[in-house]
């Protein structure tokens, strides 16, 4: 199965779950099981939350774009804004790294235990870029004759 | 996202319904700071058998409340399985009790 998709859309909240469940059903076409669905959303919803939050400070008038690609392997998800970037990448990386007191900072820690790849990118002052993969887990029995 | 508060006896049963995120994150942070201050000595029980989906916003807003309430107990109850995943990659369960979905009762198929 190969297919993509391209969301664009404002860095308004209410956005976050927009973007969270359109992966989600791109997911869907491919042989994720439900539980691997759910994780895959969380590392969106932590992604887009990023970019919103830190990425344009809470501004709603910034744009953020979702781009999700099937292949045989998995799924490719990209989110990236066109905000203020990211100063020090490793220590935004580090859990309970957050400039919020009201957020824990384990956005990164999540994208990293939910994915299998994650690649981030970022210039200060033109923005960040997120890049994670998924890969089809095949879970099954060898026929007897692959033994 | 929907807050529906109780009082029973000591404690401020609320129950959540819809996803835990960003977008729920602020006014479920400004509910549930009302509840703990005007009833200040009970404890609270956050009741998510109707939360689907929790985040790094969602949790932010638990564990905040949880400081806030400066050792008053604070405990989750009707936690879904995915919902459970998250809570404990974060370690919060090793820190608040917390209490998974009641499956339902298996339908009698000769009925």
């Known amino acids: 199965m190969t297919n993509t998709m391209q969301l664009r859309f404002l860095s308004v909240p209410e956005n976050v779950g927009l973007a969270r469940v359109s992966i989600a059903a791109l997911a869907g076409q491919a042989s994720f099981s439900l539980n691997d669905i759910d994780e895959i959303k969380v590392a969106v919803s932590e992604a887009v939350s990023n970019a919103i939050i830190h990425g344009y400070r809470g501004q709603n008038d910034g744009w953020v774009e979702v781009t999700g690609t099937l292949d045989p392997h998995g799924i490719t998800i990209v989110v990236e804004d066109f905000g203020v970037g990211i100063r020090d990448i490793e220590q935004a990386r580090q859990p309970s790294y957050s400039t919020d007191p009201e957020r824990m900072g384990l956005g990164f820690v999540f994208m990293e235990s939910f994915m299998h790849g994650l690649n981030v990118q970022s210039t200060v002052g033109k923005g960040t870029r997120v890049e994670m993969q998924r890969f089809v887990t095949i879970q099954g029995e060898l026929s007897r004759d692959a033994q | ?111």
């Open chain 2, 1 to 111: 996202m929907t807050i529906v508060h109780t009082i029973q006896g000591s404690r401020i049963l609320v129950a959540v319904n819809g996803d835990l995120d960003l977008t729920s994150a602020a006014p479920l942070r400004d509910a549930l700071d009302e509840l703990i201050d005007r009833y200040r000595e009970k404890s609270l029980v956050l009741d998510l058998a109707d939360v689907d989906f929790i985040d790094s916003s969602g949790l932010g807003v638990i564990l905040g409340r949880f400081r806030r309430m400066s050792g008053r107990p604070l405990s989750l109850v009707g936690v879904r399985p995915a919902v459970k995943a998250v809570l404990e990659l974060a370690g919060i369960t090793s820190i608040l009790p917390v209490a998974d979905a009641v499956r339902p009762p298996v339908k009698d198929q000769r009925a």
